[in-house]
């Protein structure tokens, strides 16, 4: 090459080196904004006198699934795109809305087939963070169903006030997330925690894997003897008795819940699934796949396949929608409570008793909301 090359493309590198060097520059880290947005008197007086808080609870957005993977502050706020440190307010006042489906296409997409987005048409704006909330948005996998409930449907509606038509309706919003109904073109799985009945509380994954000796990566070695994969129903009780030795009494609570997809917004009126039998019976599809889920401290979870026929298992507390014998009996149940009514008061009673733990979770769960 002749000299006049090695000039040329020198002089290329540099100026391609030195637009690199100023965008990596001008990129707003979120310690900038936290300079003002971490004072928690930082708050506006809007039009009507009202006052805005403009804190935010960086400890909390640490971890948020958000930070976690990397979105920063200008990520979601896309307008700012460089603060001017002569102004008062080294930004505009008035930002953009922030359109969360810049990112979530898909999941913007499918919400446009909903009920609540529909509702625009008669003027009611229901937003994304509406039911996600924005700064501190968790991952869901590890959510129980009273979580994911409380979260996003009953923040906005009274069930009890509906769902006349379906008997022990308590017992099926505690074990079956709203959305498996209501968004019924949705996948769903059954999903096992462990529930401790001496703390009369699920125990966390840290909990059992500690009382297990093991970690994330070692559960499936110390579980799954066979190493095919799937827990057994052998397994599974192998692992309640090895608890035991621990001192650790409980069983496994088994929840009807929804696969994280897209058309989990699809949640129309008139819509949703109503048929016992969908459920109620030996062969149903809506209890083909279960899994444990051991959370993380990041709020993200690992899921373990478990042998189907563990519903029918002793260690499995209060599942007897499934298996052979046991979903005859609910039938039973079912029937003379849909045909006579007569044992709504026995019954009613026995099912208090036993969704107690999460009729109590579930009231605090409010109590948090409507503080
Ligand atoms: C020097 C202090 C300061 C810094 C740095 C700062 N802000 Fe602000 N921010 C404010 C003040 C003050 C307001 C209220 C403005 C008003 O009077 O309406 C505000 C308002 C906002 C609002 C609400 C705007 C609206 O349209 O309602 C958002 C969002 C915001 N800031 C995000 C950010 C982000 C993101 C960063 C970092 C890139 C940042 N801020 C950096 C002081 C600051
Ligand atoms: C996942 C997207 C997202 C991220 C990341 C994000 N914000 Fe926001 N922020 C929003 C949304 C949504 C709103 C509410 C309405 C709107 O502006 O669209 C909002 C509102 C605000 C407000 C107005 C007050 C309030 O709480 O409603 C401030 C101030 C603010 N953000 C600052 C920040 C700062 C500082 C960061 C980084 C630490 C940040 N935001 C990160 C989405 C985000
Ligand atoms: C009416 C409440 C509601 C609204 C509004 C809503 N979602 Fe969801 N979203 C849900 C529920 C319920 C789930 C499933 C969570 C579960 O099963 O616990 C979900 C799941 C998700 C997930 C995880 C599943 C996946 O597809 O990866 C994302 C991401 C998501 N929503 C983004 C959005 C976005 C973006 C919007 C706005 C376009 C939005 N959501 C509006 C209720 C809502
Ligand atoms: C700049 C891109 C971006 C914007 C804007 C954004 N998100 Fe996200 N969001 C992500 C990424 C990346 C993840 C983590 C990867 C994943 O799970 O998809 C995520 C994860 C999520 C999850 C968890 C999904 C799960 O599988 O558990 C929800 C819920 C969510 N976002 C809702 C929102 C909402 C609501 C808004 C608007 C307020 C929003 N996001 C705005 C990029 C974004
Ligand atoms: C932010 C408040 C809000 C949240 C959260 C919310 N909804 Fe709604 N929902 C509404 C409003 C408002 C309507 C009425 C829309 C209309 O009139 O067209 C509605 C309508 C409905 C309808 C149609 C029946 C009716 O009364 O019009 C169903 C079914 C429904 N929601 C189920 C759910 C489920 C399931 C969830 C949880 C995934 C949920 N909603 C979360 C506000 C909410
Ligand atoms: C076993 C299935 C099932 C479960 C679980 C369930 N629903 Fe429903 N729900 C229905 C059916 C079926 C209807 C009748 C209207 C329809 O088909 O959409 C209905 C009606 C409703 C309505 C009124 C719709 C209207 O047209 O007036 C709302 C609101 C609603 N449900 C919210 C919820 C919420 C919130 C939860 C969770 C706490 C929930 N549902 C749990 C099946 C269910
Ligand atoms: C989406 C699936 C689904 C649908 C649809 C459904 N159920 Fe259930 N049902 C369940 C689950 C899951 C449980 C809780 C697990 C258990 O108790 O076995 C349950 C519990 C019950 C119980 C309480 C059993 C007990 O021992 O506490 C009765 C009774 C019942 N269902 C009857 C019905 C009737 C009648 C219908 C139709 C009107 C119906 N279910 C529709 C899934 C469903």
Request: charge should be negative; charged fraction near 25%; hydrophobic fraction near 35%.
């Amino acid at each position: 090459m002749k000299l006049k090359t090695y000039y040329l493309v020198g002089v290329f590198i540099i100026l391609i080196s030195s637009c690199l060097l100023s965008t990596y520059a001008f990129a707003t880290e979120n310690d900038e904004c936290m300079e003002c947005h971490s004072d928690d008197s930082l708050e506006r007086t809007e039009s009507e006198g009202m006052k805005e808080d403009l804190f935010i609870d960086y400890n909390k957005f640490k971890y948020s699934v958000h930070n976690v993977n990397g979105i920063t502050c200008v990520d979601c706020h896309s307008d700012i795109e460089e603060l001017n440190w002569d102004n008062d307010v080294p930004h505009e006042t008035s930002l953009a809305m922030v359109k969360c489906e810049e990112c979530h296409e898909e999941e913007g997409e499918a919400y446009l087939d909903s009920v609540h987005k529909k509702a625009g048409g008669k003027g009611i704006t229901i937003p994304c963070y509406a039911c996600h909330g924005y700064h501190f948005v968790s991952h869901l996998t590890s959510d129980s169903v009273f979580e994911r409930e409380n979260k996003f449907c009953l923040r906005c509606h009274n069930p009890d006030s509906f769902h006349d038509w379906l008997p022990q309706k308590q017992t099926h919003f505690a074990f079956v997330e709203c959305a498996v109904c209501h968004a019924p073109d949705s996948p769903r799985y059954i999903s096992l925690r462990f529930y401790d009945l001496i703390s009369n509380k699920f125990l966390g994954a840290e909990n059992l894997l500690a009382a297990l000796e093991t970690d994330y990566d070692g559960f499936m070695d110390k579980v799954d003897k066979d190493q095919d994969g799937i827990i057994s129903l052998q397994e599974l009780e192998d692992m309640v008795l090895l608890l035991r030795q621990k001192d650790i009494r409980g069983t496994f609570h088994g929840e009807l819940v929804l696969e994280l997809v897209p058309s989990v917004h699809h949640v129309n009126r008139g819509g949703a699934n109503r048929e016992c039998e969908q459920c109620h019976n030996p062969e149903s599809p809506f209890f083909e796949e279960v899994y444990i889920s051991l959370n993380r401290e990041d709020g993200t979870g690992d899921r373990h396949r478990v042998e189907r026929r563990v519903l029918e298992s002793y260690y499995v507390n209060h599942f007897y929608a499934i298996g052979g014998t046991r979903v005859r009996n609910l039938d039973k149940i079912g029937l003379v409570l849909i045909v006579g009514g007569l044992s709504v008061v026995t019954g009613h009673l026995l099912v208090r008793i036993a969704t107690a733990p999460v009729r109590r979770k579930r009231k605090q769960k409010k109590d948090e909301f409507s503080i």
